[in-house]
């Protein structure tokens, strides 16, 4: 299984950024899809899901700033993010859950200045 996020980089507040996750090895679209984030010193956060119906949740701290999609014939997904704030810095991980378990891609940073 392998989860392969990219997109990450450095930003001004306020500004755009969209990830993308690549994921091979699972039957994906069965799977809930996500992004998750971890801020140096802090624990790993849940930023938003989406699952095999397109259902979504979000964070309280980016709903209306971030929207998550999934390709499911490409077995991708994304998160979109706009009006980033300086808080949103991390490294944002991917990540797939199903029957056969829940597994994590390695994390794209997302840096955004003030």
């Known amino acids: 299984v392998q989860l392969q996020a990219s997109g990450g980089g450095l930003v001004q507040a306020g500004g755009s950024l969209k990830l993308s996750c690549a994921a091979s090895g699972i039957a994906f679209r069965f799977y809930t899809t996500g992004w998750y984030r971890q801020a140096p010193g802090s624990k790993r956060e849940l930023v938003a899901t989406i699952n095999s119906d397109s259902s979504t949740n979000y964070a309280d701290s980016v709903k209306g700033r971030f929207t998550i999609a999934r390709d499911s014939a490409a077995s991708m997904v994304y998160l979109q993010m706009d009006s980033l704030k300086p808080e949103d810095t991390a490294v944002y991980y991917c990540?797939?859950?199903?029957?056969?378990?829940?597994?994590w891609g390695r994390g794209t940073l997302v840096t955004v200045s003030s």
């Open positions: 990540s797939a859950r199903g029957r056969e378990g829940f597994y």
